[in-house]
């Protein structure tokens, strides 16, 4: 990725239609750094946050760094800065990999279930060097619904180690397909939901106006006691 040293704030950047950012780590000073936003669009899909990228600053090698972090303008939803952040490649680092789900499963095959997943990425540990783009899930494993895939059944390329979720977590399983009949079911449950909304609706609305009504009778009474008072 090349980019060029900035010294203007990001809305003016922004303003000429590049991508503002900066670069950390690896004991260099922070640095704000533009970039050309088609290029850096091409090169974050092909490598999300999980590759290592060869940073460049006006011509010049800065080094391997990672995609840290990518902000966007809550109105546009365009991106509006993005965080490097260099790697020292003798140490280990600690990054999210995406999951990548691929094969088959038996009983859904078989059976017209549908995936449940869980999990879309895990944080593992590593050197840079072993770091991968994605691990791959391999759901033909699954083929009976009692079957479930845990993170400690992640075939992981050497040197990676998952830091979390622990071993235990659920990453997928086959779940049997929603019949007509619980679809039906799960209707009825939500009219029956609905209907009794409306009736606390309605009698806390009557307990209000009852209430109210109630109200002016308790001060119209109070002039008949004073005129008792008055005649003793």
Do not use: W
Not at 50 to 62: E, H, P, Q, W
Not at 136 to 163: H, M, Q, R, W, Y
């Amino acid at each position: 990725m090349n980019a060029t040293k900035r010294t203007e704030k990001g809305e003016k950047t922004r303003a000429t239609g590049t991508l503002p950012g900066v670069f950390y780590g690896a004991g260099k000073e922070a640095t704000s750094i533009s970039l050309n936003l088609p290029e850096f669009l091409k090169l974050y899909k092909e490598a999300g946050e999980s590759s290592l990228i060869d940073l460049n600053l006006d011509g010049k090698a800065v080094g391997k760094a990672l995609v840290q972090e990518v902000q966007y303008n809550p109105v546009s939803d365009r991106m509006s800065h993005v965080d490097f952040r260099l790697i020292d490649m003798n140490k280990s680092l600690i990054a999210k990999v995406v999951l990548r789900y691929v094969g088959e499963s038996g009983a859904i095959k078989a059976s017209g279930g549908t995936l449940v997943t869980t999990l879309n990425e895990v944080e593992v540990e590593c050197l840079p060097k072993d770091l991968v783009s994605h691990i791959d899930v391999d759901i033909s494993v699954l083929k009976t619904f009692e079957d479930v895939i845990k993170v400690k059944d992640l075939k992981l390329p050497a040197g990676i180690k998952i830091l979390s979720p622990q071993g235990e977590g659920l990453v997928a399983k086959a779940q049997p397909a929603i019949t007509e009949e619980e679809i039906k079911a799960m209707e009825e449950a939500a009219k029956s939901a609905d209907v009794s909304k409306i009736e606390v609706v309605e009698k806390k609305k009557e307990v209000e106006e009852g209430e109210e009504g109630a109200a002016p009778a308790v001060a119209a009474a109070a002039p008949k006691a004073e005129e008792k008072k008055e005649k003793k």
